[in-house]
């Protein structure tokens, strides 16, 4: 690659409405948490420059519309990711037993081919108050599944968009996943 030429990913956030997707970006980007609820229409892009073992990257974060009514929109912005977050809301129990139906439509989406994820249970500020939370084991069962179907490490992370807690490595951990994935892949090209 040419001195000061930036590589490009693509990472998209997928998961049900209202699971913190987009507070997940805002927060990540510094551009400070909200507490009122506004539905992403369609999808929102942002972009990131960052340094990762010396070499320079842009992210972009696509934070999609988790409502199924935008499904046809969807469909376009799963083509060419590179990584995606995948997010429940462990005070939702739905969202986490959702995720599945993320992968298969991410799958379905990409020409079934696996891209590097990382799980996030967000909304951990919520653990102690909400009423029958995911439990973090749970969580890292679920992640360790997803790792041996995939073939390579699914982290899971616990994130609060709210109060930061995680939110840097969570993005940290996606774009290491996508770097190593691409270095396999062009090796054994
Ligand atoms: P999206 O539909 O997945 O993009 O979800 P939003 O980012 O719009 O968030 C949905 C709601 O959850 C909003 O009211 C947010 O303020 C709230 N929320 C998001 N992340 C967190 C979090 O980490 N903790 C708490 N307590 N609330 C959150
Ligand atoms: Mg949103």
Known sequence: MA??????????????GAVGKTSLRKTYLGEGFKDGYSMTIGADFAVKRLRIDDQDFVAQIWDLAGQQRFSAVREVYYRGTSGCL???????????????????????????RVVPIVLIGNKSDLRATAKDPIMREQSEEY???????????????ETSAKTGENV???????????????EKLYAQQ
């Open 3 to 16: 001195a000061g030429q930036r590589k490009i990913f693509k990472i998209t956030l997928l998961g049900d």
């Open 86 to 112: 995948l997010v429940f809301d462990i005070s939702r129990r739905s969202s986490f037993e959702n995720i599945p139906s993320w992968i298969a439509e991410l799958l379905k989406n990409n020409s079934n």
């Open 168 to 182: 840097d490595e969570a993005f940290k951990t996606l774009l290491k996943n996508i770097v190593l994935f691409y």
């Open 143 to 157: 992640a360790r599944s997803l790792s041996q179907w995939s073939g390579f490490s699914v982290p899971y992370i």
